[in-house]
């Protein structure tokens, strides 16, 4: 048997020229137009497509750096959630009645799964010898009602998502530099400030703590009389407790 | 002398045929864009697979750094943003391509059903395009939790419990992805790492395949 690159071939390589097999090569002759080969001319104008979107990718990279939010913190039960934009269709659908709560198992489980399915046995189902999507109205319609549907869910999704406050809960927050045996943070973890404000005055319910830009005064007065959300007189320590406090969170920085 | 190694390789493993295979195929006039430029819908497939590649590689360099531990997780994904040289490129292009993969596929998939090339004799490698499919979105889910940071935490919650919520084996999926039946923690995060990084490019992988050698079998579908 001969072997090596002397070895001739007939059209599709895996068939050799002596070889006693019928000769069908898998060439499109019956194509009209012109045929070239894979390698290496084809491969060369799929690599200049390739280069084109490379360079697009490249620009998206660097122009929008990845996210990374702050630590994961498994206990902040205020964080709402937001999947990647691939899964927001099937997030929203839970988000209606006939598929959340007791028909949760319908927005979870059987529209999913009846997507996949269905995709999956298109060929079982579109059976006719017809490629042409107007000669075939009803998977076309089928296929375009579903991306029709996914597109309306996504957007919903996007839509009624608060952007805002997205950022603002995940955003990394500089740690705040403290000594934790000072008077100072025993007064405020021994109060109910910490439930609020965090333990690390990061914020939580309260607001971060850290480079208020507040004085002591200020902070006396906003603990006795509340501002915004926060109400007042939640601190019930003695007036020289209150001071003490006062002057350590005013003097809370990020440095 | 490189030819006499390949001689000498050839003579005892008869590899020419192997890459003669995909070298000497030929490509019909009405997938290349050169002629048509409207062919470039045919050009999806190999995008995908473009970015998969992409996908691996970046992959590979993000695991020089990252740590699936939740304490140095969220650090080491940090220290590569931020201190390490074009660690900032490499996880960016992860991330994208992370997006752009699915856009990709997404338009494969929909230029192989409005071109009707899922007909016979192509039905099984529909099945197996349906089942990469599946494989990257689980990618997709599973390498959200990696940072570790709040986003990946919470939605990944959210992601178990609707897994929790599928009747009788809810419950085993989730011990199974999670590791416990109550906490999404350290267990959690190690088992969301193995299965992104080993088990679902194994799997996919194997499809790849299945897709690629199918298509040589089969040739492309002609024009409409």
């Not at chain 1, 017809?130 to 998977?139: D, S």
Request: charged share 20%; glycine share 8%; proline share 6%.
């Amino acid at each position: 048997m001969h072997r090596g690159k002397g070895m001739k071939f007939v059209g599709d390589s895996r068939i050799k020229a002596e070889n006693k097999m019928p000769n069908v090569p898998k060439d499109y002759s019956e194509y009209p137009g012109k045929t070239e080969a894979f390698w290496p001319n084809f491969l060369l104008k799929e690599w200049m497509v390739g280069a084109v979107f490379l360079v697009g990718y490249l620009i998206l990279t660097v122009a929008h750096p990845s996210p990374l939010e702050r630590q994961a913190d498994p206990t902040d039960t205020t964080y709402v959630p937001l999947p990647d934009w691939y899964f927001l269709s099937m997030y929203q659908l839970l988000k209606y009645e006939f598929a959340s709560g007791p028909f949760n198992i319908v927005g979870a489980l059987v529209m999913p799964g009846i997507a996949i399915g269905a995709l999956m046995l298109v060929p079982f189902m579109d059976t006719t010898k017809e490629r042409r999507p107007f000669k075939r109205p009803l998977p076309t319609a089928f296929m375009l009602l579903a991306f029709a549907a996914m597109f309306y869910l996504t957007w919903e999704s996007v839509a009624n998502h608060d952007w805002e406050k997205a950022k603002a809960q995940g955003e990394i927050r500089e740690e705040v530099s403290f000594d934790p045996e000072s008077e100072g943070y025993k007064i405020y973890a021994g109060a109910s400030c910490i439930g609020c404000h965090g333990d690390a005055f990061e914020g939580g319910l309260g607001m971060p703590l850290a480079d208020t830009g507040l004085t002591a005064e200020e902070i006396t007065e906003i603990a006795k009389n509340g501002r915004g959300e926060m109400p007042g007189g939640t601190f019930k320590g003695t007036e020289e407790e209150l001071h003490t406090l006062s002057e350590f969170i005013s003097g809370l920085s990020t440095e | 002398m490189l030819n006499k190694i390949y001689d000498w390789v050839d003579e005892r493993l008869d590899i020419t045929p192997i890459w003669r295979d995909i070298a000497d195929h030929e490509v019909p006039e009405h997938v290349n864009p050169a002629h048509h430029f409207s062919a470039f819908i045919y050009c999806f497939g190999g995008l995908t697979f473009f970015v998969t590649v992409i996908q691996i590689l970046s992959g590979m360099f993000l695991t020089m750094y990252y740590t699936p531990d939740i304490e140095n997780a969220w650090k080491s994904v940090y220290y590569l943003q931020n201190e390490v040289a074009f660690g900032e490129i490499v996880r960016g292009m992860h991330h994208w391509g992370a997006s752009l993969v699915i856009v990709m596929m997404f338009l494969h998939t929909l230029r192989v059903f409005f071109t009707g090339s899922y007909k016979k004799p192509r039905e099984l490698n529909w099945v197996v395009g349906v089942l990469i499919f599946v494989t990257m979105l689980g990618l997709g889910f599973t390498g959200y939790l990696l940072p570790w940071d709040m986003k990946a935490v919470f939605a990944t919650k959210v992601g178990i419990e609707i897994a929790a919520s599928v009747p009788f084996i809810g419950e085993w999926i989730k011990i199974l992805l999670a590791g416990d039946s109550t906490i999404l923690g350290a267990q959690t995060l190690t088992r969301f790492f193995a299965i992104h990084v080993f088990f679902l490019p194994a799997a996919l992988l194997g499809l790849l395949a299945a897709h690629f050698i199918m298509i040589r079998r089969q040739g492309i579908s002609g024009p409409l």
